[in-house]
Protein backbone atom coordinates (compact mmCIF):
# COMPACT_ATOMS: atom_id res chain seq x y z
CA UNK A 1 0.00 0.00 0.00
CA UNK A 2 1.66 3.52 -0.70
CA UNK A 3 2.03 5.41 2.23
CA UNK A 4 0.17 8.71 2.09
CA UNK A 5 1.84 11.76 1.14
CA UNK A 6 3.48 13.83 4.56
CA UNK A 7 2.85 17.94 4.01
CA UNK A 8 4.14 20.41 5.99
CA UNK A 9 2.55 24.02 5.49
CA UNK A 10 3.50 27.54 7.35
CA UNK A 11 3.85 30.87 6.49
CA UNK A 12 4.64 34.17 7.45
CA UNK A 13 1.09 36.54 7.42
CA UNK A 14 0.01 33.77 10.77
CA UNK A 15 -2.56 31.15 11.21
CA UNK A 16 -5.20 33.66 10.46
CA UNK A 17 -4.41 34.60 6.86
CA UNK A 18 -6.60 33.27 4.44
CA UNK A 19 -3.66 32.62 1.84
CA UNK A 20 -2.39 29.05 4.30
CA UNK A 21 -5.82 28.70 4.71
CA UNK A 22 -6.78 27.94 0.87
CA UNK A 23 -2.86 26.95 0.56
CA UNK A 24 -3.95 24.06 3.37
CA UNK A 25 -7.13 23.26 1.80
CA UNK A 26 -5.37 22.74 -1.33
CA UNK A 27 -2.37 20.48 -0.17
CA UNK A 28 -5.43 18.25 1.61
CA UNK A 29 -5.32 16.69 -2.21
CA UNK A 30 -2.48 15.56 -2.17
CA UNK A 31 -2.11 14.41 1.16
CA UNK A 32 -2.38 14.53 5.20
CA UNK A 33 -1.37 18.35 6.07
CA UNK A 34 0.74 19.42 9.02
CA UNK A 35 0.11 22.92 9.71
CA UNK A 36 2.75 25.12 11.79
CA UNK A 37 2.05 28.35 11.73
CA UNK A 38 3.05 31.50 13.68
CA UNK A 39 0.66 32.71 16.22
CA UNK A 40 1.34 36.79 14.72
CA UNK A 41 2.37 38.03 11.19
CA UNK A 42 5.91 37.83 10.81
CA UNK A 43 6.53 39.36 7.64
CA UNK A 44 9.81 40.73 6.95
CA UNK A 45 11.61 38.31 8.99
CA UNK A 46 13.61 36.37 6.74
CA UNK A 47 15.54 33.08 8.26
CA UNK A 48 15.67 34.75 11.57
CA UNK A 49 15.20 32.00 14.40
CA UNK A 50 14.20 32.52 18.11
CA UNK A 51 17.03 31.97 19.82
CA UNK A 52 16.54 34.28 23.14
CA UNK A 53 12.90 33.61 24.08
CA UNK A 54 10.31 30.73 24.49
CA UNK A 55 8.54 29.24 21.79
CA UNK A 56 5.27 29.07 23.02
CA UNK A 57 2.58 26.37 20.97
CA UNK A 58 -0.62 25.75 20.80
CA UNK A 59 -1.50 22.07 20.60
CA UNK A 60 -3.62 21.36 17.75
CA UNK A 61 -6.33 24.21 17.17
CA UNK A 62 -7.55 21.43 14.24
CA UNK A 63 -7.35 17.81 14.04
CA UNK A 64 -9.63 16.01 11.41
CA UNK A 65 -9.89 12.98 8.64
CA UNK A 66 -12.34 12.42 6.40
CA UNK A 67 -12.64 10.21 3.83
CA UNK A 68 -11.96 12.16 0.89
CA UNK A 69 -9.39 14.23 1.26
CA UNK A 70 -6.04 14.11 3.98
CA UNK A 71 -6.01 14.51 7.40
CA UNK A 72 -5.27 18.09 8.90
CA UNK A 73 -3.49 19.22 11.89
CA UNK A 74 -3.06 22.79 12.71
CA UNK A 75 -0.47 23.96 15.83
CA UNK A 76 0.42 27.77 15.89
CA UNK A 77 4.14 28.85 17.03
CA UNK A 78 4.95 32.10 18.95
CA UNK A 79 7.56 32.39 16.81
CA UNK A 80 9.11 32.91 13.03
CA UNK A 81 8.45 31.13 10.05
CA UNK A 82 11.74 29.42 10.39
CA UNK A 83 11.25 28.59 13.99
CA UNK A 84 7.79 26.72 12.37
CA UNK A 85 9.08 24.80 10.18
CA UNK A 86 11.97 23.71 12.03
CA UNK A 87 9.65 22.69 14.92
CA UNK A 88 7.05 21.41 11.90
CA UNK A 89 10.58 18.99 11.00
CA UNK A 90 10.93 17.89 14.61
CA UNK A 91 7.17 17.07 15.01
CA UNK A 92 7.57 14.34 11.63
CA UNK A 93 11.11 13.53 12.91
CA UNK A 94 9.68 12.84 16.53
CA UNK A 95 7.36 9.93 14.62
CA UNK A 96 9.96 8.97 13.00
CA UNK A 97 9.50 10.35 9.45
CA UNK A 98 10.62 13.70 7.51
CA UNK A 99 7.78 15.68 5.35
CA UNK A 100 7.67 14.97 1.85
CA UNK A 101 7.07 18.59 0.62
CA UNK A 102 7.54 21.71 2.61
CA UNK A 103 5.04 24.76 1.22
CA UNK A 104 4.89 27.98 2.48
CA UNK A 105 2.49 30.79 2.04
CA UNK A 106 0.18 31.92 0.37
CA UNK A 107 1.57 35.02 1.25
CA UNK A 108 0.04 38.20 0.70
CA UNK A 109 2.41 40.42 -1.05
CA UNK A 110 5.25 39.67 -3.92
CA UNK A 111 8.10 38.04 -2.53
CA UNK A 112 10.28 38.55 -5.56
CA UNK A 113 13.21 40.71 -5.84
CA UNK A 114 14.89 41.64 -3.46
CA UNK A 115 11.58 40.64 -0.99
CA UNK A 116 13.07 37.45 -1.16
CA UNK A 117 16.01 38.25 1.02
CA UNK A 118 13.83 39.61 3.68
CA UNK A 119 10.77 37.17 2.86
CA UNK A 120 9.94 35.11 5.87
CA UNK A 121 7.74 32.92 4.19
CA UNK A 122 11.32 31.87 2.41
CA UNK A 123 12.89 31.75 5.33
CA UNK A 124 10.68 28.78 5.86
CA UNK A 125 11.60 27.05 2.73
CA UNK A 126 15.33 27.50 3.14
CA UNK A 127 14.46 25.14 6.58
CA UNK A 128 13.23 22.91 4.71
CA UNK A 129 16.04 22.75 2.74
CA UNK A 130 18.17 22.12 5.10
CA UNK A 131 16.73 19.35 6.11
CA UNK A 132 16.41 17.94 1.95
CA UNK A 133 12.84 17.97 1.90
CA UNK A 134 11.67 20.00 -1.11
CA UNK A 135 10.18 23.12 -0.46
CA UNK A 136 8.06 25.63 -2.48
CA UNK A 137 7.20 29.36 -1.44
CA UNK A 138 4.18 30.57 -2.59
CA UNK A 139 3.00 34.32 -2.88
CA UNK A 140 0.19 36.46 -4.36
CA UNK A 141 1.40 39.87 -5.70
CA UNK A 142 -1.34 42.65 -3.59
CA UNK A 143 -1.64 42.86 0.04
CA UNK A 144 -5.24 42.47 0.04
CA UNK A 145 -6.72 40.21 2.60
CA UNK A 146 -8.98 38.53 0.34
CA UNK A 147 -7.50 38.13 -2.61
CA UNK A 148 -8.78 36.00 -5.48
CA UNK A 149 -6.71 32.54 -5.44
CA UNK A 150 -8.55 30.94 -8.67
CA UNK A 151 -5.33 31.62 -10.20
CA UNK A 152 -3.24 29.86 -7.66
CA UNK A 153 -5.37 27.01 -7.48
CA UNK A 154 -4.85 26.38 -11.19
CA UNK A 155 -1.64 26.83 -11.94
CA UNK A 156 -0.49 26.02 -8.43
CA UNK A 157 -1.21 22.85 -8.89
CA UNK A 158 0.56 22.31 -11.89
CA UNK A 159 3.68 23.30 -10.11
CA UNK A 160 3.09 20.49 -7.30
CA UNK A 161 2.57 18.00 -9.68
CA UNK A 162 5.77 19.00 -11.54
CA UNK A 163 8.05 19.05 -8.57
CA UNK A 164 6.74 15.71 -7.25
CA UNK A 165 6.95 14.53 -10.53
CA UNK A 166 11.14 15.52 -10.75
CA UNK A 167 11.56 16.93 -7.19
CA UNK A 168 14.41 19.43 -6.99
CA UNK A 169 17.81 20.28 -6.87
CA UNK A 170 19.59 19.50 -3.94
CA UNK A 171 19.59 22.36 -1.48
CA UNK A 172 17.30 24.31 -3.92
CA UNK A 173 14.00 25.35 -2.92
CA UNK A 174 11.40 27.39 -5.17
CA UNK A 175 9.84 31.03 -4.89
CA UNK A 176 6.71 31.02 -6.66
CA UNK A 177 5.33 34.79 -7.14
CA UNK A 178 1.76 35.07 -8.68
CA UNK A 179 -0.01 38.03 -10.10
CA UNK A 180 -2.85 39.54 -8.36
CA UNK A 181 -5.00 39.17 -11.54
CA UNK A 182 -8.30 36.77 -12.46
CA UNK A 183 -6.85 33.42 -13.57
CA UNK A 184 -8.78 34.10 -16.96
CA UNK A 185 -5.94 36.87 -17.45
CA UNK A 186 -2.59 34.66 -16.38
CA UNK A 187 0.20 34.41 -19.37
CA UNK A 188 0.74 31.11 -18.31
CA UNK A 189 4.34 30.35 -16.22
CA UNK A 190 7.87 31.19 -16.71
CA UNK A 191 10.93 30.29 -15.22
CA UNK A 192 12.69 33.47 -14.36
CA UNK A 193 16.19 34.65 -11.81
CA UNK A 194 15.81 37.05 -8.49
CA UNK A 195 15.38 40.65 -10.11
CA UNK A 196 17.48 43.14 -8.94
CA UNK A 197 15.94 46.27 -6.93
CA UNK A 198 15.89 47.74 -3.48
CA UNK A 199 14.38 49.58 -0.68
CA UNK A 200 14.85 53.55 -0.70
CA UNK A 201 13.65 56.14 1.73
CA UNK A 202 12.68 53.47 4.15
CA UNK A 203 12.18 55.72 7.48
CA UNK A 204 9.04 57.65 8.44
CA UNK A 205 11.16 59.47 11.34
CA UNK A 206 8.75 61.21 14.15
CA UNK A 207 9.08 62.02 18.09
CA UNK A 208 7.11 61.53 20.84
CA UNK A 209 5.82 64.18 23.06
CA UNK A 210 8.44 63.25 25.72
CA UNK A 211 11.12 63.87 23.24
CA UNK A 212 11.73 60.43 22.13
CA UNK A 213 12.95 59.85 18.60
CA UNK A 214 11.77 56.74 16.20
CA UNK A 215 10.58 55.54 13.06
CA UNK A 216 8.60 53.49 11.12
CA UNK A 217 10.09 51.40 8.46
CA UNK A 218 8.74 52.02 5.21
CA UNK A 219 10.38 52.87 1.98
CA UNK A 220 9.99 53.11 -2.04
CA UNK A 221 11.00 49.87 -3.99
CA UNK A 222 13.62 51.16 -6.40
CA UNK A 223 14.06 48.74 -9.58
CA UNK A 224 17.30 48.46 -10.97
CA UNK A 225 16.33 46.39 -14.03
CA UNK A 226 16.49 47.63 -17.07
CA UNK A 227 12.77 48.00 -18.50
CA UNK A 228 11.10 44.90 -19.74
CA UNK A 229 14.70 42.84 -18.48
CA UNK A 230 12.21 39.49 -19.35
CA UNK A 231 13.46 37.16 -17.21
CA UNK A 232 13.75 39.36 -13.45
CA UNK A 233 11.05 37.65 -11.47
CA UNK A 234 9.19 41.12 -10.40
CA UNK A 235 8.84 41.92 -14.10
CA UNK A 236 7.65 38.48 -15.00
CA UNK A 237 5.21 39.21 -12.57
CA UNK A 238 4.37 42.68 -13.77
CA UNK A 239 3.63 41.41 -17.49
CA UNK A 240 1.15 38.95 -16.28
CA UNK A 241 2.85 35.77 -15.51
CA UNK A 242 3.50 33.32 -13.26
CA UNK A 243 7.37 33.36 -11.79
CA UNK A 244 9.52 30.57 -10.37
CA UNK A 245 13.09 31.08 -9.20
CA UNK A 246 15.06 28.38 -7.59
CA UNK A 247 16.64 30.24 -4.86
CA UNK A 248 20.58 27.84 -3.53
CA UNK A 249 20.87 27.98 -0.12
CA UNK A 250 25.01 27.97 -0.35
CA UNK A 251 25.30 31.90 -1.54
CA UNK A 252 28.74 31.34 -2.08
CA UNK A 253 30.16 33.41 -4.94
CA UNK A 254 32.79 30.95 -6.30
CA UNK A 255 33.69 33.03 -8.90
CA UNK A 256 34.94 35.98 -6.44
CA UNK A 257 36.43 33.30 -4.47
CA UNK A 258 38.40 32.34 -7.09
CA UNK A 259 39.20 35.83 -8.38
CA UNK A 260 40.17 36.86 -4.68
CA UNK A 261 42.87 33.87 -4.54
CA UNK A 262 44.44 34.81 -7.02
CA UNK A 263 44.36 38.52 -6.08
CA UNK A 264 45.27 38.37 -2.50
CA UNK A 265 48.25 37.24 -0.51
CA UNK A 266 48.43 37.67 3.16
CA UNK A 267 51.66 37.77 5.43
CA UNK A 268 51.89 35.59 8.62
CA UNK B 1 42.17 66.89 0.06
CA UNK B 2 41.43 63.61 0.38
CA UNK B 3 38.07 63.24 2.27
CA UNK B 4 38.48 61.16 5.26
CA UNK B 5 36.95 57.69 4.95
CA UNK B 6 33.68 57.18 6.12
CA UNK B 7 32.53 53.76 7.69
CA UNK B 8 29.62 52.35 9.28
CA UNK B 9 29.62 49.92 12.18
CA UNK B 10 26.81 47.54 13.15
CA UNK B 11 26.53 43.92 14.50
CA UNK B 12 24.52 41.41 16.09
CA UNK B 13 25.65 41.10 19.78
CA UNK B 14 24.57 44.58 20.55
CA UNK B 15 26.05 48.00 21.46
CA UNK B 16 27.58 46.54 24.81
CA UNK B 17 29.46 43.32 22.84
CA UNK B 18 33.48 43.69 23.39
CA UNK B 19 33.44 42.64 19.65
CA UNK B 20 31.86 45.76 18.26
CA UNK B 21 34.17 48.04 21.09
CA UNK B 22 37.66 46.59 19.63
CA UNK B 23 36.04 46.66 15.85
CA UNK B 24 34.94 50.83 16.13
CA UNK B 25 38.22 51.09 17.88
CA UNK B 26 40.68 49.34 14.93
CA UNK B 27 38.34 51.07 12.41
CA UNK B 28 39.39 54.58 13.36
CA UNK B 29 42.34 53.84 12.10
CA UNK B 30 41.19 53.75 8.72
CA UNK B 31 38.29 56.91 9.08
CA UNK B 32 35.18 57.79 10.65
CA UNK B 33 33.42 55.76 12.33
CA UNK B 34 29.89 55.78 12.56
CA UNK B 35 28.06 53.04 15.00
CA UNK B 36 24.57 52.02 14.75
CA UNK B 37 24.56 48.95 16.91
CA UNK B 38 21.35 47.43 18.47
CA UNK B 39 20.30 48.10 22.26
CA UNK B 40 19.47 44.33 22.56
CA UNK B 41 21.20 41.30 21.37
CA UNK B 42 19.81 39.93 17.98
CA UNK B 43 21.42 36.96 17.45
CA UNK B 44 19.91 34.41 14.48
CA UNK B 45 18.17 37.52 13.21
CA UNK B 46 19.28 37.06 9.63
CA UNK B 47 17.96 39.71 7.69
CA UNK B 48 15.13 40.21 9.35
CA UNK B 49 13.70 43.66 9.40
CA UNK B 50 10.96 45.58 11.87
CA UNK B 51 8.32 46.12 10.20
CA UNK B 52 5.03 46.02 12.60
CA UNK B 53 6.91 47.75 15.80
CA UNK B 54 8.92 51.60 15.99
CA UNK B 55 12.08 51.57 15.83
CA UNK B 56 13.50 53.75 19.34
CA UNK B 57 16.87 55.49 18.67
CA UNK B 58 18.80 56.70 21.06
CA UNK B 59 20.93 59.33 19.57
CA UNK B 60 24.35 59.46 19.89
CA UNK B 61 25.38 57.97 23.19
CA UNK B 62 29.25 58.80 22.10
CA UNK B 63 30.32 62.11 20.11
CA UNK B 64 33.99 62.56 20.02
CA UNK B 65 36.83 63.68 17.40
CA UNK B 66 40.67 63.38 18.05
CA UNK B 67 43.61 64.61 16.62
CA UNK B 68 45.00 61.15 15.78
CA UNK B 69 42.26 59.06 14.61
CA UNK B 70 38.98 59.23 12.91
CA UNK B 71 35.97 60.72 14.83
CA UNK B 72 33.42 58.30 16.09
CA UNK B 73 29.66 58.43 16.95
CA UNK B 74 27.26 55.68 18.08
CA UNK B 75 23.24 55.52 17.98
CA UNK B 76 21.81 52.49 19.35
CA UNK B 77 18.61 51.23 17.90
CA UNK B 78 15.50 48.96 19.45
CA UNK B 79 16.04 46.80 15.89
CA UNK B 80 17.77 43.98 14.11
CA UNK B 81 21.47 44.34 12.30
CA UNK B 82 19.65 44.59 9.54
CA UNK B 83 17.65 47.67 10.25
CA UNK B 84 20.91 49.14 11.98
CA UNK B 85 22.27 49.18 8.72
CA UNK B 86 19.66 50.16 6.68
CA UNK B 87 18.98 53.34 9.59
CA UNK B 88 22.99 54.33 9.21
CA UNK B 89 22.91 54.39 5.86
CA UNK B 90 19.85 56.72 5.77
CA UNK B 91 22.13 59.11 8.93
CA UNK B 92 24.63 58.72 5.80
CA UNK B 93 22.31 59.51 2.86
CA UNK B 94 20.56 62.44 5.56
CA UNK B 95 23.91 64.08 5.38
CA UNK B 96 24.08 63.55 1.24
CA UNK B 97 26.87 61.10 1.39
CA UNK B 98 27.13 57.14 1.67
CA UNK B 99 29.23 54.90 3.86
CA UNK B 100 32.83 53.70 1.96
CA UNK B 101 32.58 50.97 3.81
CA UNK B 102 30.01 49.11 6.38
CA UNK B 103 31.62 46.47 8.84
CA UNK B 104 29.53 44.49 11.17
CA UNK B 105 31.17 42.33 14.20
CA UNK B 106 33.16 41.06 15.39
CA UNK B 107 30.83 38.73 16.28
CA UNK B 108 31.33 36.55 19.81
CA UNK B 109 30.47 32.84 17.83
CA UNK B 110 30.96 31.53 14.69
CA UNK B 111 29.16 32.58 11.46
CA UNK B 112 30.58 30.04 9.43
CA UNK B 113 28.76 26.78 7.11
CA UNK B 114 25.31 27.36 8.07
CA UNK B 115 25.79 29.37 11.08
CA UNK B 116 25.83 32.46 7.72
CA UNK B 117 22.06 31.66 6.80
CA UNK B 118 20.83 32.64 10.30
CA UNK B 119 23.48 35.47 10.77
CA UNK B 120 22.63 39.19 11.86
CA UNK B 121 25.82 39.74 11.64
CA UNK B 122 25.50 38.90 7.38
CA UNK B 123 22.41 40.28 7.82
CA UNK B 124 23.75 43.76 7.68
CA UNK B 125 26.09 42.92 5.26
CA UNK B 126 23.81 41.96 2.83
CA UNK B 127 22.22 45.52 3.72
CA UNK B 128 24.67 47.52 2.88
CA UNK B 129 25.84 45.29 -0.13
CA UNK B 130 22.28 46.21 -1.51
CA UNK B 131 23.37 49.96 -1.86
CA UNK B 132 26.93 48.87 -3.38
CA UNK B 133 28.71 49.53 -0.17
CA UNK B 134 31.66 47.31 0.47
CA UNK B 135 30.69 44.99 3.35
CA UNK B 136 32.30 42.77 5.90
CA UNK B 137 31.47 40.67 8.47
CA UNK B 138 34.11 39.85 11.29
CA UNK B 139 33.26 36.95 13.90
CA UNK B 140 35.70 35.10 16.14
CA UNK B 141 34.99 31.51 17.18
CA UNK B 142 33.71 31.17 20.46
CA UNK B 143 30.81 32.50 22.77
CA UNK B 144 33.79 33.84 25.20
CA UNK B 145 32.28 37.60 25.89
CA UNK B 146 36.29 38.39 26.18
CA UNK B 147 38.06 36.39 23.82
CA UNK B 148 41.72 37.09 22.62
CA UNK B 149 41.16 39.76 19.88
CA UNK B 150 45.12 40.13 18.86
CA UNK B 151 44.26 37.75 15.66
CA UNK B 152 41.33 39.70 14.44
CA UNK B 153 43.27 43.00 14.79
CA UNK B 154 46.40 41.66 13.33
CA UNK B 155 44.98 39.54 10.17
CA UNK B 156 41.65 41.80 10.11
CA UNK B 157 43.80 45.27 8.51
CA UNK B 158 45.61 43.01 6.13
CA UNK B 159 41.91 42.24 4.85
CA UNK B 160 40.89 45.84 4.90
CA UNK B 161 43.88 46.86 3.11
CA UNK B 162 42.96 44.50 0.43
CA UNK B 163 38.98 45.44 0.22
CA UNK B 164 39.84 49.11 0.26
CA UNK B 165 42.33 48.40 -2.11
CA UNK B 166 40.70 46.36 -5.08
CA UNK B 167 36.52 46.75 -3.63
CA UNK B 168 34.59 43.69 -4.27
CA UNK B 169 32.37 42.78 -7.38
CA UNK B 170 29.04 44.36 -7.12
CA UNK B 171 26.35 42.02 -5.22
CA UNK B 172 29.19 40.51 -2.76
CA UNK B 173 29.99 40.83 0.56
CA UNK B 174 32.61 38.96 2.73
CA UNK B 175 32.10 36.43 5.48
CA UNK B 176 35.77 36.06 7.65
CA UNK B 177 35.77 34.24 10.07
CA UNK B 178 38.85 33.87 12.80
CA UNK B 179 39.52 31.28 15.08
CA UNK B 180 39.67 31.81 18.68
CA UNK B 181 43.32 31.35 19.44
CA UNK B 182 46.16 33.20 19.95
CA UNK B 183 47.61 35.20 17.15
CA UNK B 184 50.67 33.42 16.82
CA UNK B 185 49.49 30.15 16.06
CA UNK B 186 46.97 31.50 13.49
CA UNK B 187 47.87 29.17 10.52
CA UNK B 188 46.98 32.41 8.05
CA UNK B 189 43.90 33.28 5.55
CA UNK B 190 42.28 30.84 3.32
CA UNK B 191 39.45 31.90 0.68
CA UNK B 192 36.85 29.27 1.57
CA UNK B 193 33.06 28.43 0.69
CA UNK B 194 29.97 28.39 2.76
CA UNK B 195 30.48 24.50 4.47
CA UNK B 196 27.14 22.31 4.29
CA UNK B 197 25.87 21.47 7.59
CA UNK B 198 22.67 21.75 9.75
CA UNK B 199 21.37 21.90 13.22
CA UNK B 200 19.50 19.01 14.72
CA UNK B 201 17.95 18.11 17.55
CA UNK B 202 17.51 21.94 18.72
CA UNK B 203 14.21 21.90 20.62
CA UNK B 204 14.07 21.46 24.30
CA UNK B 205 10.59 20.69 25.50
CA UNK B 206 9.13 22.05 28.31
CA UNK B 207 5.95 22.55 30.26
CA UNK B 208 4.74 25.19 32.61
CA UNK B 209 3.12 24.53 36.47
CA UNK B 210 -0.22 25.42 34.34
CA UNK B 211 0.27 22.76 31.41
CA UNK B 212 1.11 24.86 28.36
CA UNK B 213 3.79 23.92 26.34
CA UNK B 214 7.16 25.73 24.88
CA UNK B 215 10.63 24.97 23.44
CA UNK B 216 14.03 26.56 24.04
CA UNK B 217 15.85 26.22 20.55
CA UNK B 218 19.46 24.64 21.45
CA UNK B 219 20.62 22.45 18.76
CA UNK B 220 23.80 20.32 17.79
CA UNK B 221 25.66 21.22 14.33
CA UNK B 222 25.85 18.28 11.74
CA UNK B 223 28.73 18.95 9.98
CA UNK B 224 27.49 17.54 6.02
CA UNK B 225 31.31 17.74 4.99
CA UNK B 226 33.72 14.92 4.00
CA UNK B 227 36.41 15.19 6.37
CA UNK B 228 38.74 17.93 6.32
CA UNK B 229 37.62 18.82 3.18
CA UNK B 230 40.02 21.80 2.73
CA UNK B 231 37.70 24.48 1.49
CA UNK B 232 34.68 24.49 3.50
CA UNK B 233 34.68 27.54 5.72
CA UNK B 234 34.65 25.74 8.99
CA UNK B 235 36.71 23.68 8.49
CA UNK B 236 39.24 26.21 7.14
CA UNK B 237 38.28 27.84 10.75
CA UNK B 238 39.02 24.62 12.34
CA UNK B 239 41.97 23.38 11.11
CA UNK B 240 43.53 27.25 12.42
CA UNK B 241 43.04 29.46 9.36
CA UNK B 242 40.92 32.32 9.06
CA UNK B 243 38.20 31.95 6.56
CA UNK B 244 36.70 34.41 3.82
CA UNK B 245 33.58 33.65 1.98
CA UNK B 246 32.59 35.83 -0.66
CA UNK B 247 28.82 35.64 -0.65
CA UNK B 248 25.93 36.85 -2.93
CA UNK B 249 22.92 38.54 -2.51
CA UNK B 250 21.44 37.14 -5.69
CA UNK B 251 20.58 33.56 -4.82
CA UNK B 252 19.14 32.35 -7.69
CA UNK B 253 20.34 28.74 -8.85
CA UNK B 254 21.22 29.28 -12.37
CA UNK B 255 21.83 25.66 -13.49
CA UNK B 256 18.80 24.62 -12.01
CA UNK B 257 16.70 27.53 -13.20
CA UNK B 258 17.95 26.14 -17.15
CA UNK B 259 17.09 22.88 -16.45
CA UNK B 260 13.73 22.92 -14.77
CA UNK B 261 12.99 25.78 -17.97
CA UNK B 262 13.70 22.45 -20.18
CA UNK B 263 12.00 20.14 -18.11
CA UNK B 264 8.81 21.61 -17.47
CA UNK B 265 6.08 22.67 -19.62
CA UNK B 266 2.77 24.23 -18.02
CA UNK B 267 -1.00 24.25 -19.67
CA UNK B 268 -3.30 27.82 -19.00
Known amino acids: MKKTREILVTNDDGFRAKGIHVLAGMLR ?3 NVTVVAPYEPQSGRSVSLTLDKPLMIERPLVEEATETLGSLRVYTLSGTPADCAKLGINIFLHENRLPDLL ?7 SNASAASIYS ?10 LY ?19 GVLFYGRQILDNVLRDGLRKNVYLNVNFPAIPKDQIRGI ?23 HYFWMVGEFEDEEAVGAPDADHHVVDSGYISIVPHRIDTTDYEEMERLQKLWHFDS
Chains 1, 2 share one sequence.
Do not use: C
Open 29 to 31: EYG
Open 103 to 109: VSGINHG
Open 120 to 129: GTLGATVEGT
Open 132 to 150: DIPSIGFSINTHDENPDFE
Open 190 to 212: RMARQGAGRWVREFDHRVTLRGK
